[in-house]
């Protein structure tokens, strides 16, 4: 397949969102695995900040204060508005909007008026965001994961952000959708 000249392109930006261990990860990674290979030398896939700090550094919560928590948050919120205002073609399963969402569940704290400016900024500019919404909690994180599924939700609806919850069911659906998109988007 022949890819698009980079002039003839805008950059497509997808993300995928969704609480911790619902599977963001694997879902980008079976994206990235049906990509077209000339397709995906054009798409880049964002790291996750957080656990490549929490891993090299060893990083753990129980030894965090409020004010250190505060801080990291504020960091990966950093990283993640820095991301989608780059010019290019990507898929992330991380947003601006899940770091605000575990800060107001986590924190209890208002948003910073700063911060949500820039949310609001930085998710315009995704094309599409896919929520992946757990429909089948556990026991043991399946609270947790609830309250903060309830928060990004209203997070969504108070910034007016256009997304597509989806379930694990609709997995391979998704994962097609996404790569016809970019192969659509960027293909010749």
């Not at 990507?90 to 208002?110: G, K, N, Q, S």
């Not at 896919?130 to 026991?139: G, I, P, R, V």
């Amino acid at each position: 397949m022949a890819v698009k000249k980079e002039e003839e392109i805008m950059a497509v930006k997808i993300a995928v969102t969704g609480t911790h261990g619902v599977g963001k990860t694997v879902l980008i990674q079976s994206v990235k695995a049906s990509l077209p290979t000339d397709v995906l030398e054009h798409v880049k896939i964002p790291p996750e900040l957080a656990i490549d700090i929490i891993k090299s550094l060893g990083f753990r919560w129980q030894d965090v204060n409020k004010d250190t928590y505060k801080n990291f948050e504020k960091c990966l919120f950093n990283y993640y508005c820095l991301v989608s205002k780059l010019d290019i073609n990507f898929l992330a399963d991380r947003l601006p909007i899940d770091v605000i969402a575990y800060w107001t569940y986590i924190l209890r704290e208002p948003i910073p008026d700063d911060m949500l400016r820039d949310l609001v900024k930085s998710i315009k500019q995704y094309d599409i965001i896919y929520f992946y919404k757990e429909d089948n909690l556990d026991s043991e994180r399946g609270f947790i994961q609830q309250e903060i599924e309830n928060w990004l939700i209203k997070m969504y609806h108070l910034a007016g952000v256009p997304h597509f919850v989806f379930y694990r069911k609709d997995f391979d659906e998704i994962v097609d959708e996404i790569v016809d998109t970019f192969v659509e988007k960027l293909g010749g």
